[in-house]
């Protein structure tokens, strides 16, 4: 049965850090496409990062590029979201996605109907 779990979300104030980590069980990670979405309240999901476990390509959204790293392990079938200079409009539940299909294109940010398997969520809150 394919899982994953995310976890290290939390309370933290505003310009701080947190790390996010998405751990995969029943399947490998050797050439899937891993996604972060997030959904704060009465907003739509939207993609925020993704990365290639084949080959490492990253994609960021504007909105936390420059602050936030998308990072895979393979070896710990986890993949980790550094998130810096956080800021209260981060405030969100963080989900991470997997999908074996998809791949990932510079510039081409992810989307939920490409991703088949995910996580329960994680959240994210940003005090200002």
């Known amino acids: 049965e394919v899982q994953l779990v995310e976890s290290g979300g939390g309370l933290v104030q505003a310009g701080g850090s947190l790390r996010l980590s998405c751990s995969a069980s029943?399947?490998?990670?050797?050439?899937?496409?891993i996604g972060w979405f997030r959904q704060a309240p009465g907003k739509e999901r939207e993609g925020v990062s993704c990365?290639?476990?084949?080959?490492?390509?990253?994609y960021y959204a504007d909105s936390v590029k420059g602050r936030f790293t998308i990072s895979s392990d393979n070896a710990k079938n986890t993949v980790y979201l550094q998130m810096n200079s956080l800021k209260p409009e981060d405030t969100a539940v963080y989900y991470c996605?997997?999908?074996?299909?998809?791949?990932?294109?510079?510039?081409?940010?992810?989307?939920?109907?490409?991703?088949?398997?995910w996580g329960q969520g994680t959240q994210v809150t940003v005090s200002s």
């Open positions: 996605a997997a999908d074996p299909l998809t791949k990932v294109v510079a510039g081409r940010p992810p989307y939920e109907y490409e991703y088949d398997y």
């Open positions: 990365i290639s476990s084949s080959d490492g390509r990253t």
């Open positions: 029943g399947f490998t990670f050797d050439d899937y496409a």
